[in-house]
């Protein structure tokens, strides 16, 4: 059983566009993380969120945690063909606790 | 500052086999995790190991375990490999010390690609 879910599983879209993924459970975290994944390489932190509501902003990418600490988003603003990746969240139900990851959203941006 | 290193990068086994795998954590950092990724699977937890001790353990049978040396460095051994072995085992490194109310980043390494034939 997924812990956390995430959609969608595939997307594919032309450089220029945005687009969300989520990343749903039905368990409170404490704190929520967001990693970018490329081939042949581990996953990279992007951000920690820890506040319901909190939004945090990374250049073009912008970072949401749903006020019950149950959901998150990760919005693209006009995706480059350096965005595709894995993208990975990954829960922590306690702090201090190891981090359970979700099946991750597989991004692709065309030119 | 050198990120986390992992050694070898790739790796052929045949079923039945032991493999063992090295992580060197960023320097500094005393938490080494342990990852198993598959395609079907995700990212799945295998261990921690903080201060040479295992601090935390997923759901894996006993033929995988670990260890960690005072110098921070980790090995993790899979035994009587099985096909089902095959996967990109990673290595993550924290460096601060698990306290309660402070959520943690770790760090990954480019992984292990392990294939069991």
């Known amino acids: 059983t997924q812990l956390l879910e995430q959609s969608p599983q595939f997307l594919s879209i032309q450089e220029g566009e945005n687009l969300t993924v989520y990343c749903n459970s039905s368990?409170?975290?404490?704190?929520l993380q967001w990693y970018r994944q490329e081939p042949g390489e581990g996953p990279v932190l992007l951000v920690t969120v820890v506040t319901g509501g909190e939004v945090k902003k990374l250049k073009r990418l912008t970072f949401q945690f749903g006020d019950a600490r149950k959901d998150s988003s990760l919005h693209i603003t006009a995706a480059q063909t350096g965005d595709t990746g894995l993208y990975l969240c990954a829960g922590a139900f306690v702090y201090g606790q190891n981090f359970v990851f979700g099946p991750g959203t597989r991004l692709s941006v065309l030119p | 500052k050198a990120g986390v290193t992992q050694t070898p990068r790739y790796l052929i086994k045949t079923r039945g086999q032991q493999v063992t795998l090295s992580c060197s954590p960023i320097s500094g950092h005393r938490s080494v995790s342990w990852y198993q990724q598959t395609p079907g699977q995700g990212l799945q937890f295998l261990f921690e190991?903080?201060?040479?001790?295992?601090?935390n353990k997923g759901n894996f049978p006993g033929r995988f375990s670990g260890r960690q040396f005072s110098n921070s460095r980790s090995e993790m051994n899979v035994s009587t490999l099985e096909l089902g072995d095959s996967a990109l085992y990673l290595c993550?490194?924290?460096?601060?010390?698990?306290?309660?109310?402070?959520?943690?980043?770790?760090?990954f390494g480019p992984g292990t690609r392990l294939t069991v034939t």
């Open positions: 190991y903080f201060s040479e001790t295992q601090r």
């Open positions: 993550a490194s924290t460096w601060e010390n698990r306290l309660a109310g402070v959520p943690y980043e770790q760090y």
């Open positions: 368990s409170v975290f404490s704190s």
